[in-house]
């Protein structure tokens, strides 16, 4: 499973951007698919997630009401609408698509990341 972003860049503080991110390869394991970010100094946070089943969406709080998440199965794309940015939202955007795995009676869960894409918010 590859994931290559798109998108990103400076922007000043009240604009919008959007990530887009194109997942290849065995996709049929993918069963959630979404962005983290990590700024300097920081710890990697989610960002937004969705299911690649029923669309169920899980926002951090302080993007929630701004950004907004959404997905193409049939393209196997995801989206990241981000509006109203703010310069707290400067940071390395990681899209990541979990795959789910069975073997015998075991469920297991591996992540795969995107490379990451900078988005600079300018006060």
């Known amino acids: 499973v590859q994931l290559v972003e798109a998108g990103g860049g400076l922007v000043q503080a009240g604009g919008s951007l959007r990530l887009s991110c194109a997942v290849t390869g065995s996709t049929s394991s993918i069963t959630s698919m979404g962005w983290y970010r990590q700024a300097p100094g920081k710890e990697r946070e989610l960002v937004a997630t969705?299911?690649?089943?029923?669309?169920?969406?899980n926002y951090a709080d302080s993007v929630k009401g701004r950004f907004t998440i959404s997905r193409d199965n049939a393209k196997n794309t995801v989206d990241l609408q981000m509006n109203s940015l703010e310069p707290e939202d400067t940071a390395v955007y990681y899209c990541?698509?979990?795959?789910?795995?069975?073997?015998?009676?075991?469920?297991?869960?591996?992540?795969?990341w995107g490379r990451g894409t900078q988005v600079t918010v300018s006060s």
């Open positions: 990541n698509a979990v795959g789910t795995y069975y073997y015998t009676n075991d469920k297991y869960e591996y992540n795969y």
């Open positions: 969705i299911t690649t089943v029923g669309g169920s969406t």
